[in-house]
């Protein structure tokens, strides 16, 4: 056992949550490595300042760069705004340090491949942040799709809806300007994962995406909104199966709406994050009178479950996949073996979106190219 300096850009939203879960990760899975929160950095002193009050870091950075190239900082996590990914990553990467990023890897598909590169020339451990594809419910239905509990898969619906701007009269915000910032920036990316982990690659693609809301309220009248509230998309995927993608920040409704339906030959699943402890399986075993589906609660059985309740149906909660994030980042940098999503997982992502907007222009199918 052993003591690894973290250092963190960001101490925001996902910033409390990454200090959060190395904080308690050790404890949590009793790891080889031990985080030491060493070093973090905000956009000015002052923010840096507040963070290492509030999470217990060592110290803090006057910037980025500082915190990089500090020898006592081990292992980098990237928890600030995506313009800033890739000159992060690719100044850690030249040091030789792993880099935790969070999704989407950076704010466009140029700068997703030249991170994937740099990451890949250096030899360096990677990861992205995709957390909800970690909880044990769909850690469990990737599971039974490897078993074929449910045959061959044949149809696959996902979505990642929210309603935080469903509101006409809500004032314009930094969310309504550029496309990194709008829904197929910050909400598709996470189902596309999750379509991709779960189906495998999609080959082809037709979307259409929009701005539902045009203008906003600001302080000198109204703001044009330039970037995209919803989005979807027909997909065909490697294996031959069909699949529809739906995203939206307009959803009236909907708080944490990752949800799936995959149909097989067998059976099917449903999963919806707004009930992450459960999945719903259907089986055609048995008399017809008797099939429907069965809720399943996840528990100590499931993946990843145990290390944080012994009690079935107790649930875990969005902390905890932050946490299973941190113990695979450490896990990877202790036995030196790439921990899936790689930054290549982030490209594949970052690749399928580009040909989603490319495909709204010109309303055609597209083929999505290969990484």
């Known amino acids: 056992m052993r003591e690894i300096g973290i250092g963190l850009i960001g101490g925001g939203y996902m910033g409390k949550a990454h200090a959060v879960a190395y904080s308690a990760v050790g404890a949590v899975f009793n790891t080889l490595l031990r985080p030491r929160l060493e070093m973090v950095a905000g956009s000015t002193l002052g923010s840096s300042e507040r963070y290492r009050a509030a999470y217990g870091f060592d110290r803090a950075a006057n910037n980025w760069q500082a915190l990089v190239s500090d020898p006592r900082v081990e292992a980098v996590v990237i928890a600030a705004p995506q313009t800033t990914h890739r000159a992060i990553a690719e100044a850690a990467f030249a040091l030789g340090k792993p880099v935790f990023c969070e999704k989407p890897l950076g704010a466009s598909l140029d700068d997703a491949r030249a991170m994937v590169a740099a990451a890949e020339s250096a030899g360096v451990i990677n990861m992205i942040g995709f957390n909800y594809v970690r909880t044990p419910a769909t850690q469990f239905v990737r599971q039974l799709l490897a078993d074929g509990v449910i045959g061959d898969v044949t149809w696959f ?43 495998g690659d999609i080959t082809e693609l037709s979307a259409r995406i929009e701005t539902v809301h045009a203008s906003r309220s600001g302080p000198d009248g109204p703001v044009p909104v330039n970037n995209d509230d919803h989005g979807q998309m027909m997909v065909r995927f490697a294996s031959g199966a069909m699949g529809h993608l739906y995203f939206s920040r307009v959803a009236t409704g909907r708080k944490m709406g990752y949800a799936y ?87 594949k992502v970052a690749e399928v979106i580009e040909t989603a907007f490319a495909s709204a222009e010109d309303g055609a199918w597209l083929i999505v190219p290969t990484v």
């Open 157 to 199: 619906r996902g979505e990642h809806t929210e309603d935080f701007m469903s509101d006409p009269r809500a004032p314009a915000t930094w969310r309504c300007h550029g496309r990194a910032n709008g829904c197929m920036g910050d909400l598709a990316p996470h189902m596309i994962n999750c379509a991709l982990a779960l189906m």
């Open 261 to 347: 339906e995959i149909h097989g030959t067998k059976g099917a699943i449903r999963f919806d994050q707004e009930d992450q402890n459960a999945i719903w399986l259907y089986k055609t075993d048995g008399p017809e009178a008797q099939r429907g589906f069965t809720k399943i609660l996840t528990g100590p059985a499931h993946p990843d479950y145990l290390p944080f309740c012994q009690g079935p149906g107790h649930g875990t909660g969005y902390q905890d996949q932050i946490i299973i994030e941190a113990r695979d980042f450490l896990r990877a940098i202790e036995t030196g073996a790439p921990v899936w999503p790689t930054f290549r997982e982030g490209l």
